[in-house]
């Protein structure tokens, strides 16, 4: 089973997400001291709907810590569901799962150069679908959410070659957010129940 959710990135979160987590607190004020106030309130955002997805399931989070792979990817210690985490601009999104899970959001937004950026990252046959989209920008974000997505559920960075990520074959649950008067594109691989929050319904 995997559930979704998003919430709006804001302040002011990160005593209740350490709290949650006291096993978990180097990862929570890891998350919490980037350099930029908006990263990590993003970051802090993002646990905080991970937080909320533990709730929806009912899983005790104080018995757990979060390690990072050999790959860098964040996952609960010594065992517990599988997790992603993805934001943009203003809204944070997390997935859970019983199973490796990825997910991503962008901010859906005029993009004149989705054309030429799909034909430099993406497949033959991704570029020609932005190319004959009625709307090519949010078609790019489609398959760009799906190519992040699917990056994470591996455990891989979005350093690696975009364009040998298949965004067209899989599957994918993919949901159009609404929050402070903007749109976002949220994608996670496979199968996902959407759990509504305060923020985002």
Same mark, same amino acid.
């Given at each position: 089973?995997?559930?979704?959710?998003?919430?709006?990135?804001?302040?002011?979160?990160?005593?209740?997400?350490?709290?949650?987590? #006291?096993?978990?607190?180097?990862?929570?004020?890891?998350?919490?001291?980037?350099?930029?106030?908006?990263?990590?309130?993003?970051?802090?955002?993002?646990?905080?709907?991970?937080?909320?997805?533990?709730?929806?399931?009912?899983?005790?989070?104080?018995?757990?810590?979060?390690?990072?792979?050999?790959?860098?990817? #964040?996952?609960?210690?010594?065992?517990?569901?599988?997790?992603?985490?993805?934001?943009?601009?203003?809204?944070?999104?997390?997935?859970?799962?019983?199973?490796?899970?990825?997910?991503?959001?962008?901010?859906?937004?005029?993009?004149?150069?989705?054309? #030429?950026?799909?034909?430099?990252?993406?497949?033959?046959?991704?570029?020609?679908?932005?190319?004959?989209?009625?709307?090519? #920008?949010?078609?790019?974000?489609?398959?760009?959410?799906?190519?992040?997505?699917?990056?994470?559920?591996?455990?891989?960075?979005?350093?690696?070659?975009?364009?040998?990520?298949?965004?067209?074959?899989?599957?994918?649950?993919?949901?159009?957010?609404?929050?402070?008067?903007?749109?976002?594109?949220?994608?996670?691989?496979?199968?996902?129940?959407?759990?509504?929050?305060?923020?985002?319904?």
């Amino acid at each position: 089973m995997t559930v979704f959710t998003a919430v709006g990135v804001r302040g002011g979160r990160l005593a209740e997400v350490a709290g949650a987590f #006291p096993l978990a607190a180097e990862h929570v004020l890891a998350a919490a001291g980037k350099k930029r106030r908006i990263n990590a309130e993003q970051s802090v955002s993002g646990l905080y709907a991970l937080l909320l997805l533990m709730r929806h399931i009912g899983a005790d989070t104080r018995t757990l810590s979060v390690v990072r792979d050999e790959g860098g990817k #964040p996952r609960f210690a010594p065992c517990g569901p599988h997790f992603s985490i993805a934001h943009s601009a203003n809204v944070a999104v997390c997935a859970l799962s019983d199973s490796p899970v990825g997910a991503d959001v962008e901010l859906l937004r005029d993009k004149p150069d989705a054309v #030429p950026l799909a034909a430099r990252f993406f497949s033959e046959r991704e570029a020609e679908c932005v190319r004959l989209s009625a709307d090519a #920008p949010r078609e790019f974000f489609r398959l760009w959410t799906r190519k992040e997505a699917k990056l994470k559920k591996g455990g891989e960075g979005v350093d690696r070659v975009m364009h040998n990520v298949d965004a067209l074959g899989g599957e994918f649950t993919e949901r159009v957010l609404r929050f402070g008067g903007e749109e976002y594109l949220a994608c996670v691989t496979g199968r996902a129940e959407y759990i509504p929050t305060e923020d985002i319904v």
